[in-house]
């Protein structure tokens, strides 16, 4: 018996944007999101060109939606990566969804494997861009310290959070010609200044 994949559904570049205005999202959550397309898409580019298997739509995707349900996250206290992944799903778009399911944090037996995949990217993306500006990992961690920091427990999952970046940062990097310092401006001159 021949078993038929199932076609990927990945909503379009206006798609996205058509979803976010539906969602609401607050005018800096948005810019946030588009921030960090160029990053994911920048680095996509960089790892297609050195051989990696990533699919450049889907990581657009992921990245203009990893945020969807933020704005309203903020008034109910939800996660916004399970809400945004449910959402998603909902609309027909699965593997988006769990994208935005690992865009805070990816599971063990994602980032132990050799392969880079779409979460990864759009993980370590989200990391560089604070508000709408790209930044270092050690910059984007002091902001989020910072806002997120007031507790021990809360110290402690950012300390893990930002152990699992430097080592996405690592996976990353040891792939593509440049260093992360190269990104920020990289982008800016891959887009035309921002």
């Given at each position: 018996?021949?078993?038929?994949?199932?076609?990927?559904?990945?909503?379009?570049?206006?798609?996205?944007?058509?979803?976010?205005?539906?969602?609401?999202?607050?005018?800096?959550?948005?810019?946030?999101?588009?921030?960090?397309?160029?990053?994911?898409?920048?680095?996509?580019?960089?790892?297609?060109?050195?051989?990696?298997?990533?699919?450049?739509?889907?990581?657009?995707?992921?990245?203009?939606?990893?945020?969807?349900?933020k704005t309203n996250s903020i008034h109910t206290r939800e996660n916004h990566a399970i809400t945004g992944e449910n959402l998603l799903r909902q609309l027909g778009y699965p593997e988006i969804g769990k994208i935005v399911r690992y865009h805070v944090e990816i599971p063990c037996e994602i980032i132990l494997q050799p392969r880079l995949s779409s979460e990864e990217i759009v993980n370590y993306a989200?990391?560089?861009?604070?508000?709408?500006?790209?930044?270092?990992?050690?910059?984007?961690?002091?902001?989020?310290?910072?806002?997120?920091?007031?507790?021990?427990?809360?110290?402690?999952?950012?300390?893990?959070?930002?152990?699992?970046?430097?080592?996405?940062?690592?996976?990353?990097?040891?792939?593509?010609?440049?260093?992360?310092?190269?990104?920020?401006?990289?982008?800016?001159?891959?887009?035309?200044?921002?």
């Amino acid at each position: 018996m021949l078993h038929r994949r199932r076609k990927r559904t990945i909503p379009t570049r206006d798609e996205c944007l058509s979803l976010m205005r539906s969602q609401g999202m607050l005018e800096n959550i948005v810019q946030h999101s588009l921030a960090v397309e160029k990053v994911a898409l920048f680095l996509s580019s960089a790892l297609i060109e050195s051989g990696e298997a990533l699919h450049s739509e889907e990581i657009r995707a992921g990245a203009l939606l990893h945020d969807i349900t933020k704005t309203n996250s903020i008034h109910t206290r939800e996660n916004h990566a399970i809400t945004g992944e449910n959402l998603l799903r909902q609309l027909g778009y699965p593997e988006i969804g769990k994208i935005v399911r690992y865009h805070v944090e990816i599971p063990c037996e994602i980032i132990l494997q050799p392969r880079l995949s779409s979460e990864e990217i759009v993980n370590y993306a989200d990391k560089r861009v604070r508000h709408d500006m790209v930044v270092d990992l050690g910059d984007r961690f002091h902001d989020l310290y910072r806002r997120y920091g007031k507790t021990p427990e809360a110290c402690a999952r950012l300390q893990a959070l930002e152990r699992q970046s430097v080592f996405l940062e690592e996976k990353i990097f040891s792939r593509i010609g440049m260093y992360p310092e190269e990104v920020t401006t990289q982008v800016l001159d891959s887009t035309g200044g921002g």
